[in-house]
């Protein structure tokens, strides 16, 4: 039998055939297309993880050496005779510094280091 003489058989049944194929066809495009937005998302998703855990050991990092930088203020604090001993005559008294003065200063050295300070000075906190 072929499909034109199917068709004038049962036009009803050849139709939805027509529909079946259809469908088939548009539910196999959708599940290739599904399948690469998974294989996208899974690989953003990667990237984002790496990113977050090289973050992390940083951090991890930073907070070792605060802690080595704390414990050695400590030693040198309970060893006072480390300290280099001072007297009146050897202190300097200076003026205190304008709050200005603090702030482009501060404003320079990160302009040193990043071009665009201005986006990240509002973002640094003092202390930690």
Not at 25 to 30: D, E, F, N, V, Y
Request: hydrophobic share 45%; aromatic share 4%; charged share 15%.
């Amino acid at each position: 039998m072929s499909a034109r003489k199917v068709a004038r058989q049962a036009p009803v049944l050849a139709g939805l055939h027509r529909v079946a194929d259809g469908l088939l066809l548009a539910l196999g495009g959708s599940m290739i297309g599904l399948s690469v937005l998974t294989l996208h998302w899974q690989a953003a998703w990667t990237k984002s993880f790496q990113q977050l855990e090289a973050s992390q050991t940083l951090e991890h990092r930073l907070q070792e050496s605060t802690s080595q930088l704390e414990q050695h203020h400590l030693a040198m604090a309970r060893r006072p005779g480390r300290l280099v001993p001072t007297t009146i005559k050897n202190l300097i008294h200076l003026p205190p510094v304008p709050e200005t003065a603090i702030e482009v200063s501060q404003m320079a050295s990160v302009q040193a280091v990043a071009p665009s300070a201005e986006r990240i000075i509002p973002l640094i906190r003092p202390g930690y």
